[in-house]
Nanobody, 115 residues
């Protein structure tokens, strides 16, 4: 089993910032990448940002330039700095770990951007 500690979600006004953190632990054989996916109301889950163990990053076009993903491999922790938040960023954000032939998912943390 894999456990996640996700934190940093909450309610912010448009233009505000949040930083999400996810620390993974448990029976992970290997980690190739970590990242964040999000699911907005009425929509399917989509990629927000990922980062490989080597540091390569991938961002959704809708967040590029506003979000920054980083990680601490030694601590199996991934961060997502979210700036200039928009109402359309409102979603449940799920921590993801890509291992050897399997994906692990956190329970999610809610981000609400509203006036």
């Amino acid at each position: 089993q894999v456990q996640f500690v996700e934190s940093g979600g909450g309610l912010v006004q448009p233009g505000g910032s949040l930083r999400l953190s996810c620390a993974a632990s448990g029976s992970i054989r290997s980690i190739y990448a970590m990242g964040w996916y999000r699911q907005a109301p009425g929509k399917q889950r989509e990629l927000a940002a990922t980062i490989s163990s080597g540091g390569s990053t991938n961002y959704a076009g809708s967040v590029k330039g506003r979000f920054t993903i980083s990680r601490d491999n030694a601590k199996n922790t991934v961060y997502l700095q979210m700036n200039s938040l928009k109402p359309e960023d409102t979603a449940v954000y799920y921590c993801n770990v890509r291992g050897l032939g399997v994906n692990y998912w956190g329970k999610g943390t809610l981000v609400t951007v509203s006036s």
